[in-house]
């Protein structure tokens, strides 16, 4: 079977990435005791799921079993300082690895497959290519922005009017 998907999606086509069991053998998978509410509950079973991929590892992913492209887009937006929150990868540590944790439920295996939803949905979402702005949109926005200004220092000054008229005038003799 797997030559079979070699051959299908080999080239530009890669098979849909979705949060399985395929994906977990490559992280290490570690349980600790969650926080929050729920009494002796909390404080005697480890239900929290915490899923480490080391950078080593991360790198090796390219081409292996996250597409190239993908994984290109996603470390081009991760380093990019212009590129929106939303966009960048959000589950590095400062040492390069992916850690993924949750402890939204009181069972390990929900916790675990929450976990690779996140991680799936966002390289979903930062893997994906940054549309380019047509100009009218940017020339829109410029005089949107242009607008707002002139709002702002209009209401400054009918502010500043305001307050002048307030002051006792000193006469001077």
């Known amino acids: 079977m797997w030559p079979r998907l070699v051959r299908m999606y080999s080239g530009a086509s890669w098979p849909p990435f979705r949060a399985d069991s395929s994906i977990l053998r490559h992280f290490t998978v570690t349980y600790a005791r969650s926080s929050g509410p729920g009494g002796q509950h909390v404080n005697r079973t480890e239900s929290k799921a915490v899923l480490r991929l080391p950078s080593k590892k991360w790198h090796e992913a390219r081409g292996k079993w996250i597409d190239p492209i993908v994984f290109d887009q996603l470390m081009k937006n991760y380093k990019d300082q212009t590129c929106p929150e939303n966009f960048r990868f959000p589950f590095f540590t400062g040492s390069g690895d992916v850690l993924i944790m949750s402890d939204t439920t009181r069972y390990r295996q929900k916790n675990v497959m929450e976990c690779l939803d996140k991680f799936v949905s966002a ?18 926005w410029d005089e949107l922005h242009k607008k707002e200004h002139e709002i702002r220092i209009q209401t400054k000054r009918k502010l500043k009017d305001k307050k002048n008229s307030r002051r006792k005038l000193k006469l001077d003799l």
Do not use: H, L, P
Request: charged share 40%; glycine share 6%.
């Open 123 to 140: 390289v979903q979402r930062c893997g994906s290519q940054k549309k380019e702005t047509d100009q009218a949109t940017i020339d829109r």
